[in-house]
């Protein structure tokens, strides 16, 4: 069994500087005996559940990475199913670079942090658009939230390609109000 977000992100030219740095057979072990990371479980669906908001990356006609933050309630992010994610696109920003970059290009990531824990987990996948008008109902009654006052212009849905867990080195703590609310009040 292979890891697939190792199989697509360990280049020849990432394997070299792994090589070059001595992480390469730690990486190795991961490549071949960690996985295959292609599907998401329990774990990964509670943790998206939680999220309230999520950075994803795209890729433009001149070739250089886009990326975007994405926020919403908490859950915005739908897992639809093991292989494949969903958002409401709300209106907002009207640079629609991400929408645009999608037209040419299906390839995106994601990163999703959870800074209190500092956990991040990150995704790979190809994503579609299609307005409120064109989008499944089905998928429709999932995204929307009645709860936010957004107006829902798109649906994105993602088909994974693979995931990985990162490490917590370096994800610095951060609270949201309500978090700190709770660790004010632990402390009083």
């Excluded at 908001?53 to 919403?72: D, K, L, N, S």
Aim: aromatic share 10%; net charge positive.
């Amino acid at each position: 069994m292979s890891h697939r977000f190792a199989d697509i992100t360990f280049t020849e030219s990432v394997k070299a500087v792994q090589s070059h740095y001595g992480s390469r057979p730690n990486n190795d072990r991961l490549q071949s005996l960690a996985g295959p990371n292609d599907r998401l479980g329990p774990r990964e669906a509670s943790f998206i559940a939680q999220r309230d908001t999520f950075y994803m990356a795209t890729i433009g006609e001149t070739g250089w990475p886009y990326v975007q933050h994405r926020g919403g309630p908490r859950g915005f992010l739908r897992v639809l199913n093991p292989g494949q994610l969903a958002f409401a696109d709300f209106r907002g920003n009207t640079q629609l670079i991400s929408t645009g970059n999608v037209a040419s290009e299906d390839r995106c990531s994601l990163i999703l942090v959870d800074y209190t824990n500092r956990k991040r987990l990150k995704i790979l996948g190809r994503v579609r658009i299609e307005s409120t008008s064109a989008a499944s109902p089905a998928i429709l009654d999932r995204v929307v939230l009645d709860s936010y006052p957004g107006k829902v212009e798109r649906v994105f849905t993602i088909d994974v390609t693979a995931f990985d867990w990162n490490c917590p080195q370096h994800i610095t703590r951060r609270y949201t109000i309500d978090e700190f609310a709770a660790l004010d009040s632990l402390s009083t």
